[in-house]
């Protein structure tokens, strides 16, 4: 139980003292840079499924 006990203070010790956090405006920019990432990657995924279901509909009403 005691090995529990020094586990858990030493890990509070790292996070409240020897942890360095962002300021909020880094923050903010980088929660900025996530979000476009994610939506162009959304529009690249969105236009290659659109793209492989047009080839295929026009495969498939060559061969139907």
Do not use: N
Request: charged share 15%; proline share 2%.
């Amino acid at each position: 139980m005691e090995a529990l006990r020094s586990y858990l203070r030493e890990s509070w010790q790292e996070f409240a003292h020897r942890t360095t956090w962002p300021t909020w405006i880094i923050l903010q920019r980088s929660a900025v840079v996530v979000i476009v990432a994610s939506l162009v990657f959304a529009l690249i995924v969105f236009a290659m499924d659109k793209g492989l279901s047009t080839v295929l509909d026009f495969v498939y009403s060559i061969f139907a």
